[in-house]
């Protein structure tokens, strides 16, 4: 019985042995890992934090230019040409003629309430050489001195 424990015993020193070699192993790795893997992930962590900050901007910066090319876009905009006003006309008073405008010459109601914003377009004009005349790019002469465009927008 003695010769099978020390067997046993010999056997147990020797798995052991191993066990010990094998940690050793495993504990220096974890050594060399944790004193060149802690400044790169610093590293890479500022980084990543740059990039997503950056991300984050280019996404705001979309969706702004999203809504932008919706709330412009020509389905929900009405440009009336030819209403009188003034060159230097606020806001108000483009509503107001707008609302006038809707009121006596289409028969209809439009609240100025439904209306996001009214403002003037300054008509696009592009001299030709056949002297003095200026006309717009379709080619149409400019309204009088006094006409000017204006732009709405619904909501």
Request: hydrophobic letters at 35%.
């Given at each position: ?19 010990e ?52 876009s ?78 709405i927008?619904?909501?």
């Open positions: 019985m003695a010769a099978a424990v020390e067997v046993i015993r010999q056997e147990f020193s020797q798995r052991l042995s191993v066990l070699a094998r940690l050793e192993t495993v504990e220096a790795k974890l050594v060399d890992m944790e004193s060149t893997g802690i400044g790169q992930s610093s590293v890479d962590d500022e980084t990543l934090v740059k990039e997503l900050e950056a991300v984050k901007r280019m996404s705001r910066d979309s969706a702004l230019q999203a809504n932008d090319n919706e709330q412009y020509r389905r929900n905009n009405l440009r009336i040409k030819g209403l009188k006003l003034k060159k230097e006309c606020t806001t108000q008073e483009c509503t107001t003629a707008v609302v006038e405008f809707f009121r006596t010459q289409m028969h209809c109601r439009v609240d100025a309430d439904n209306i996001d914003t009214a403002h003037l377009v300054k008509p696009k004009v592009i001299s030709v050489p056949d002297g003095d005349q200026r006309r717009s790019r379709n080619g149409v002469l400019e309204p009088t001195v006094g006409y000017w465009y204006v732009s927008h619904e909501h």
